[in-house]
């Protein structure tokens, strides 16, 4: 099973080249997303789809629903072994105008090229098997949340980051971005805790 599938030197601009290859029609699908970026790519899959919810796309109304559902489906199978993601077919033809689509790219961009020259193999036992296992069911626990709270402003975006983080440490074998990502849910956690203690 493949885990990645995009350029070793400069991951995430690779990446957003391919993304940007699936926004040719005037909409881009879910699974215009996943022939571009492979199919049998979970840890590249799981990492686009975490990109999106921390843009402004996530502000879109049943997007933090539809993102929660593909992320288990993606960690569920990916945990079970499986060579190809399924996707339902009512998850697989959702769209969204390439031109917002593409918007979310642009907004990506700058934090993408600084962290993808940031990044190199690191921590590596933390993105393996088995201690990957951590930051999938991580992942799992924070996107179960998403379908519930959704209609709090920001709350997906922020929530997000933690499973962006999460991935690209998957994707690229750098065990620096899982540990950021145990530490941002950690704030999170504080910040949440302090809140309600209010």
Known sequence: MTEAAVSEEDPLQSLLARLRGAAKGRDVSVQDLVESTGENSFATLLFVVS???????????????????????????????????????????????????????????????FIGRHTRARLTPLARRPLKVLPLAAILLIVATW?????????????????????????????????????YVAVLGLIAGSYWLI
Do not use: N
């Not at 288990?72 to 996707?87: E, M, N, P, T």
């Open 147 to 183: 379908p519930f709270l959704e209609i709090l402003p920001f709350f997906t975006t922020l929530c997000a980051v933690a499973v962006a983080l999460f991935a690209f440490g998957l994707m690229v074998k750098d065990g620096l971005y899982v540990l950021a990502g145990y530490a």
């Open 51 to 113: 990109l999106i919810m921390v843009t402004p796309l996530s502000g879109i109304p049943t997007a933090p629903t539809i993102g929660a559902v593909i992320i288990a489906l993606i960690v569920g199978q990916w945990a079970l072994g499986r060579d190809h993601l399924w996707l339902p077919g009512w998850i697989a033809r959702r769209e969204v105008s390439s031109e917002k689509f593409c918007k979310g790219l642009d907004w990506a961009g700058k934090p993408a090229a």
